[in-house]
């Protein structure tokens, strides 16, 4: 599975809309890109998958190029609840298990 | 989605101890995975719970040292043998569903644990 690339951490003051950036250039055609969300003492938990172009739901939007080597993680408006780590993910069909990498520890700001 | 539990949540135990850990799931699942997070990092697999077979483990963890057990497509327990502080670590039990475009997985609330 590609690697993945992310920001160790970010800083956001409440209300600001955070944009998290991922790359993964290697990315294969039938792979798609997952990002979970982390909070402190629990386990990780699904956020949003895309293919191609975007995808929003009630929690985030997810911009894929067209090229799909990068995608762009966007949190509407944060709020200190959102603070976690976000972790990107190269996903491949089938009953492979994910292989998380560094992800990104989001830290908002009062 | 999946209700997966734990037990214990937390345990502190002594150089060279074993401990088992449980993991329960709401419904019946084929995938099962087990992972570690130590303090500050990010998750690692220790391995695929196979019911019926022996469990696969990822490269760097051992069968002597994590002995993994799945009776059933509900449960399945994580030992972690001859406990060194270098153990200490979250252990979390993992279940894989295909219900989007490509599987996605939850987690347990994970296991708190110290060695001394």
Same mark, same amino acid.
Not at chain 2, 52 to 57: D, L
């Given at each position: 599975?590609?690697?993945?690339?992310?920001?160790?951490?970010?800083?956001?003051?409440?209300?600001?809309?955070?944009?998290?950036?991922?790359?993964?250039?290697?990315?294969?055609?039938?792979?798609?890109?997952?990002?979970?969300?982390?909070?402190?003492?629990?386990?990780?938990?699904?956020?949003?998958?895309?293919?191609?172009?975007?995808?929003?739901?009630?929690?985030?939007?997810?911009?894929?190029?067209?090229?799909?080597?990068?995608?762009?993680?966007s949190l509407p408006r944060v709020s200190l609840s959102d603070?976690?780590?976000?972790?990107?993910?190269?996903?491949?069909?089938?009953?492979?298990?994910?292989?998380?990498?560094?992800?990104?520890?989001?830290?908002?700001?009062? | 989605?999946?209700?997966?539990?734990?037990?214990?949540?937390?345990?502190?135990? !002594?150089? *060279?101890? %074993? /401990? +088992?850990?449980?993991?329960?799931?709401?419904?019946?699942?084929?995938?099962?995975?087990?992972?570690?997070? !130590?303090? *500050?990092? %990010? /998750? +690692?697999?220790?391995?695929?719970?196979?019911?019926?077979?022996?469990?696969?483990?990822?490269?760097?963890?051992?069968?002597?040292k994590f002995p993994i057990s799945r009776p059933n497509l509900?449960?399945?327990?994580?030992?972690?043998?001859?406990?060194?502080?270098?153990?200490?670590?979250?252990?979390?039990?993992?279940?894989?569903?295909?219900?989007?475009?490509?599987?996605?997985?939850?987690?347990?609330?994970?296991?708190?644990?110290?060695?001394?």
């Amino acid at each position: 599975l590609a690697k993945t690339t992310q920001p160790i951490s970010m800083d956001s003051y409440e209300g600001q809309e955070v944009n998290i950036t991922c790359s993964h250039n290697n990315i294969a055609t039938n792979d798609y890109i997952t990002w979970y969300q982390q909070f402190p003492s629990q386990g990780p938990r699904f956020i949003i998958q895309g293919y191609k172009t975007k995808v929003t739901n009630e929690v985030a939007s997810l911009f894929i190029p067209a090229d799909r080597k990068s995608s762009t993680l966007s949190l509407p408006r944060v709020s200190l609840s959102d603070t976690a780590v976000y972790y990107c993910l190269v996903v491949r069909g089938g009953n492979t298990p994910l292989v998380f990498g560094k992800g990104t520890r989001l830290s908002v700001i009062a | 989605s999946a209700v997966i539990s734990q037990k214990p949540s937390r345990d502190i135990c !002594q150089r *060279g101890t %074993s /401990l +088992t850990i449980q993991c329960q799931v709401d419904s019946q699942v084929t995938m099962m995975f087990w992972y570690r997070q !130590q303090p *500050g990092q %990010s /998750l +690692t697999l220790i391995a695929t719970a196979n019911q019926g077979s022996e469990a696969t483990y990822e490269s760097g963890f051992v069968i002597d040292k994590f002995p993994i057990s799945r009776p059933n497509l509900t449960f399945s327990t994580l030992t972690v043998s001859n406990m060194s502080p270098e153990d200490s670590s979250i252990y979390l039990c993992s279940v894989l569903r295909t219900e989007k475009m490509a599987n996605e997985q939850f987690f347990g609330p994970g296991t708190r644990l110290t060695v001394l």
